[in-house]
């Protein structure tokens, strides 16, 4: 009887100490992610002189961005973000080669569930600026190109997980949807020139780190 007493005992000791882990949940933060795109396409549509360029997928490639922001008592967390997309055209459609980079700028708000369990999923959405640079030709004698760099509005939403490996280090995985519509790119048939607009679309799983500038707050005082 004093034995099993005992272990319970141990047992309920051993539980509350896991339970009493504290994990950073409030103040400042940064952030690094590494992705890998799955979907996406660049819709370029037909240029003023009708000449149709399709829309052409986007082939897997990576994805990079950093974050700063702060994290609030509410669950909500606000924080700019800047980022960098590179992916090549695919060649299904009548564009035999192109790339497009797309670099951005974006204040996103996310709101965190289970703050301060060891595993938090959170949803979010972010809105900004984005800068378009892409080139394609079609291949054909005499090939014709276009070229287009300009910055448009984007918007993009995300869902993820992040999971404590410290109490102020998580690891963060993520989905993230990315749309930059009305991009102006300039073609050139046979040195005629045309313009038309491009609006791109890209999706990615991202891996990445967030840190908690402020640690946990101390655990209270064992009673008298």
Request: a negative charge; hydrophobic letters at 35%.
């Amino acid at each position: 009887m004093k034995s099993r007493i005992t272990k319970t005992v141990a047992l309920a000791a051993l539980m509350a100490g896991t339970a009493g882990v504290a994990h950073a949940t409030e103040g400042w933060y940064g952030r690094a992610d590494i992705g890998w795109s799955f979907d996406g396409n660049i819709d370029n549509g037909d240029d003023s002189n009708g000449y149709a360029w399709n829309s052409p997928t986007l082939e897997h490639d990576w994805t990079e961005s950093m974050g700063l922001g702060y994290a609030f008592s509410n669950g909500f967390r606000l924080e700019g973000e800047i980022g960098h997309r590179f992916n090549q055209m695919s060649t299904e459609t009548h564009i035999a080669d192109g790339d497009v980079h797309a670099w951005s700028a974006m204040a996103n708000l996310y709101y965190d569930f289970n703050r301060g369990g060891a595993l938090e999923p959170y949803v979010g959405v972010g809105a900004g600026v984005a800068r378009l640079n892409f080139d394609a030709t079609d291949g054909i004698p005499p090939p014709w190109f276009i070229h287009g760099d300009d910055t448009v509005f984007a918007w993009q939403a995300m869902i993820g997980v992040a999971a404590n490996i410290t109490d102020q280090l998580d690891l963060d995985i993520a989905f993230r949807h990315f749309e930059a519509d009305g991009a102006e790119y300039d073609a050139d048939h046979s040195g005629v020139h045309y313009t038309g607009q491009s609006d791109y679309e890209h999706e990615a799983i991202t891996v990445g780190l967030r840190y908690q500038f402020q640690g946990p707050p101390p655990p209270p005082p064992p009673p008298p």
